[in-house]
């Protein structure tokens, strides 16, 4: 078993290459290594990202993969990454914690979770702003508080059978939600889903209206429709 371990120089510079040996990447190891840059290859031997591993590398750039030997992303392990273009997750990860690619901004496209995947931590992808579609592969998940807040979903496919547990203000607010026929709820985290006579799912989508009511009364009311 090989580890890299936390605080390396913050000087290092260009491309980085992992050794194959490696198995777990430990808190902070390249945090704030900003002039580090280039694809960033994670090994498939790896099976644990810590806390801050990466945080603040906003110079890697293409596709982030994360192999299907990790389990846990850690909190804040790759925040403020905002020169990876897309995001493919492992198969295997049963846990992306809290903040793991808040401000990820550069992420876009589409984005699968896959089965194995228990929670997604509060603001796991906060401010990812470019993407665009969400696919949910898993019976049963955690969504914790404002998880894809920030972002520009427009769909979430989600193929569980019954509805996740959801944290407050998870996804944006204009959003269509998708779910097979034998999906149990008529609610997916605050949305109604509107079904067609086989049970799938039609236009559900929740919106909000801001009506200002005067200025002489200073306040707004957010009508849910």
Same mark, same amino acid.
């Given at each position: 078993m $090989?580890?890299?371990?936390?605080?390396?120089?913050k000087?290092?510079?260009g491309?980085?290459e992992? &050794?194959?040996?490696v198995?777990?990447?430990? =808190?902070s190891?390249?945090?704030?290594?900003?002039k580090?840059?280039?694809?960033?290859?994670i090994?498939s031997n790896?099976?644990?990202?810590?806390?801050?591993?990466?945080?603040?590398?906003g110079?890697?750039?293409?596709?982030?993969?994360?192999?299907d &030997?990790?389990?846990?992303i850690?909190?804040?392990?790759f925040?403020?990454?905002g020169?990876?273009s897309s995001?493919?997750? &492992?198969?295997?990860?049963?846990i992306?914690?809290?903040? =793991?690619? /808040?401000f990820?901004?550069g992420?876009?496209g589409? !984005?699968?979770i896959?089965n =194995?995947?228990?929670?997604?931590?509060? #603001? *796991?992808? /906060?401010?990812?702003s470019?993407? =665009?579609?969400?696919?949910?592969?898993?019976?049963?998940?955690?969504?914790?508080?404002?998880?894809?807040?920030?972002?520009?979903? $427009?769909?979430?496919? /989600?193929?569980?059978? $019954? #509805?996740?547990?959801?944290? !407050?203000?998870v996804f944006?607010?204009?959003?269509?939600v998708?779910?097979? $026929?034998?999906y149990?709820s008529?609610?997916?985290c605050?949305?109604?889903?509107?079904?067609d006579?086989?049970?799938?799912?039609?236009?559900?989508?929740?919106?909000?209206?801001?009506?200002?009511?005067?200025s002489?009364?200073? *306040?707004?009311?957010?009508?849910?429709?």
């Amino acid at each position: 078993m $090989s580890l890299l371990l936390g605080h390396l120089d913050k000087g290092l510079d260009g491309l980085l290459e992992l &050794s194959d040996k490696v198995t777990e990447i430990k =808190s902070s190891t390249f945090c704030n290594s900003t002039k580090l840059k280039g694809e960033l290859n994670i090994p498939s031997n790896v099976n644990c990202i810590e806390m801050n591993a990466f945080y603040g590398c906003g110079e890697f750039e293409g596709e982030l993969i994360i192999p299907d &030997s990790v389990t846990n992303i850690g909190s804040f392990a790759f925040a403020f990454c905002g020169g990876f273009s897309s995001l493919k997750l &492992s198969k295997n990860a049963k846990i992306v914690a809290d903040h =793991s690619f /808040y401000f990820c901004s550069g992420l876009k496209g589409e !984005l699968v979770i896959y089965n =194995s995947t228990q929670i997604i931590g509060c #603001e *796991a992808f /906060y401010n990812c702003s470019k993407l =665009s579609d969400l696919i949910i592969n898993c019976q049963f998940i955690q969504l914790d508080d404002r998880a894809f807040k920030m972002t520009s979903l $427009s769909t979430v496919k /989600y193929n569980g059978k $019954s #509805e996740p547990f959801c944290g !407050l203000d998870v996804f944006p607010v204009d959003l269509n939600v998708e779910t097979l $026929s034998y999906y149990r709820s008529d609610e997916f985290c605050g949305i109604h889903v509107d079904k067609d006579d086989e049970g799938k799912s039609i236009n559900s989508k929740v919106k909000a209206i801001i009506i200002t009511l005067g200025s002489f009364l200073g *306040a707004a009311v957010i009508i849910i429709i």
